[in-house]
Each structure stands twice: as structure tokens, then as C-alpha cells.
């Protein structure tokens, strides 16, 4: 079993900071690819952040400049650094990770969600 624990969310208003942390744990053998999207209310799930297994990073467009994507291999655990954050970056943000499972093969796995409010 892998499972995959967000934490880090919040209310923050206009221009403040949060940062995203999302620990994998379980039978791991190897992680490829993790990412973070986000859904807000009324709209679907988009692709916020992404890194590889070379530390190459992709980012949404209007949050490049303010997120950052990182990774701890050694903890498996991703992170999204968030500043600037504006009203429209208020949503659910979920991880995923592209993964080796000991036993169970390659897979995308998914994390419950944490809610992000930007607001004054």
C-alpha cells in the first residue's frame, strides 16, 4: 500500500505565503514524477506544478515567478512553495506521484487534499 499525506494548507491573504508539503509512504521502490494540481470551486482540476526525476520543473503559467516546485528523495516528499498568492490561486490543492510499489508494480497515486484560501 502507498499512501500519500498533504499538509500545509490554509487562509492567507493577498500577497502572503504558504508552503505545500505531501510525504509518500508505504511500499516504495522508486518515485518518478511528482506534481501538484489544484480545483477550484466550479472548475476542473488543472496541473499547478510539476517535477521530474532530474529535478526538470514545469509550472502552470500564472504562477510562474511565484510557486516553486522541490523534492527530498531521501524523505519522498514533495513540496510547493507558494508566495504572492492571490484570490484565484484559492482551491483544493492535491498531490500526485508517479511511482514504483513494491509488489504492485508502476502507478499514479493521489493525495486527499488540502484546502487553500486566499482571502483579505
Known amino acids: 500500500q502507498v499512501q500519500l499525506v498533504e499538509s500545509g494548507g490554509g487562509l492567507v491573504q493577498p500577497g502572503g505565503s504558504l508552503r505545500l508539503s505531501c510525504v509518500a509512504s508505504?511500499?516504495?521502490?522508486?518515485?518518478?514524477?511528482m506534481a501538484w494540481h489544484r480545483q477550484a470551486p466550479g472548475k476542473e482540476r488543472e496541473l499547478v506544478a510539476a517535477?521530474?526525476?532530474?529535478?526538470?520543473?514545469d509550472y502552470l503559467d500564472s504562477v510562474k515567478g511565484r510557486f516553486t516546485i522541490s523534492r527530498d528523495n531521501a524523505k519522498n516528499t514533495v513540496y510547493l512553495q507558494m508566495n504572492n498568492l492571490q484570490p484565484e490561486d484559492t482551491a483544493v490543492y492535491y498531490c500526485?506521484?508517479?511511482?514504483?510499489?513494491?509488489?504492485?508494480?508502476?502507478?499514479?497515486?493521489w493525495g486527499q487534499g488540502t484546502q487553500v484560501t486566499v482571502s483579505s
Open positions: 517535477i521530474f526525476s532530474g529535478d526538470r520543473t
Open positions: 508505504g511500499n516504495i521502490f522508486r518515485i518518478y514524477y
Open positions: 500526485s506521484v508517479d511511482l514504483d510499489s513494491t509488489g504492485a508494480g508502476p502507478g499514479t497515486y
